[in-house]
């Protein structure tokens, strides 16, 4: 039996997620540079630097990259 059933460990990647953009939304605040365009690149620079330091593995990585495209504007 695994340890994390598939659920959770998509509800624990969506916090991952949500931590990042907390991060990244803040940072832009206080740089005054708080548009869409300015959040999606420091996110998406946020999310590369973390998969770099390898804070997740291969799966992961590309789980919370398709979270985060799937909520970009079509």
């Not at 990042?20 to 300015?38: N, W």
């Amino acid at each position: 039996m695994p340890l994390w059933s598939r659920a959770a460990m998509t509800s624990c990647l969506w916090y991952y997620l949500h931590g990042h953009f907390s991060l990244v939304v803040a940072r832009c605040e206080l740089d005054a540079s708080l548009t869409i365009t300015a959040l999606q690149s420091a996110m998406q620079e946020s999310l590369q630097q973390a998969f770099e330091k390898g804070e997740l593995d291969g799966d992961d990585q590309q789980q919370v990259q398709r979270f985060w495209l799937g909520l970009q504007p079509a």
